[in-house]
């Protein structure tokens, strides 16, 4: 599933997250979704296709410290 979201105060991304089952055994009670990757987008000028490219690695960290990374999870769980 991609669902469009914005990071850092307004930066548009697409979030492309899968739908996991619960697991009682590992103490998951609700199904819930996995973040599977995060794209930046832009439009190419010569023939107008979206290109989407991966956020980096630093990225990543930063969403993950600053606590949007979990925003980001229940903003495409609740854009389901």
Do not use: H, N
């Not at 103490?27 to 832009?42: L, P, S």
């Not at 989407?52 to 410290?65: A, C, E, T, V, Y």
């Amino acid at each position: 599933m991609q669902v469009d979201a914005t990071i850092f105060g307004g930066l548009p991304v697409v979030v492309e997250a899968r739908l996991l089952p619960a697991d009682r055994s590992m103490g998951i009670a609700y199904a819930y979704y996995e973040i599977d990757g995060i794209y930046t987008t832009r439009v190419r000028k010569r023939d107008r296709r979206v290109v989407m490219k991966p956020i980096p690695q630093s990225w990543w960290d930063r969403l993950d410290r600053s606590g949007e990374l979990d925003a980001l999870a229940e903003e495409v769980a609740g854009g389901r």
